[in-house]
C-alpha cells in the first residue's frame, strides 16, 4: 500500500483501487478479472458505434447536416417558439432516423459477392422512396413553420 498526505496533515493508507481499462471496463489490479458492462452502457456503446459507423459510409449524411446548419440558425434568427422548436427538431430527428434505418436495410439488402434479385432491386427503390419521402415531409413542415413565423414578423 501506498501512504499519501490528507488535506488535514496526517497520513492515510491507500486501499488497491480498481483499474479502468481502455474499454471502460474495471479490472482489479492483483487479479485482473473484469466487470461486466451495464447492460444500458453497451446498448449505449453500440449506438455510438452505429452511429459513427454510418455517418461514415454515407454521404447522404452529410447533405443532411448541411441542411441541418442551414435550418438551426434560420430558427434562431427567425426566433420561433417552442412548440415549433419542437416540430422542427422533430422533423430532423426522423430523417435521421430513417436514413440510418434505410441505410441498415440496405446493408443487408446488398451482398457484392452475388447478383440482386427482382426484389431486392424492388426493396432498394423502396427504400430510396422512403428516403424521398421523409426528407420532402420533413422540409415541408419545416418551411411551413419558417413562413408562418417570417409572416408573424413582417
Sequence with gaps: MTR???????SVADSPRPV????GSACSG????????PLWRQRLIQAERGLAGGLRRDSTFFAQ????SIVLPTGFVLGISTPSWILVLLCLTMVLTAELLIQSLRLLLTDPERERTAAEGHALALLSAASLV??????????????QRWLQLI
Excluded at 479502468?20 to 474499454?23: L, Q
Excluded at 420532402?136 to 419545416?142: L, R, S, T
Design 134 to 147: 421523409s426528407t420532402a415531409g420533413a422540409a415541408i413542415v419545416i418551411a411551413i413553420v419558417f413562413w
Design 65 to 68: 447536416f448541411f441542411g441541418w
Design 30 to 37: 492483483s487479479t485482473g478479472s473484469r466487470l461486466p458492462r
Design 4 to 10: 499519501r498526505r490528507a488535506p488535514s496533515g496526517s
Design 20 to 23: 479502468a481499462s481502455r474499454t
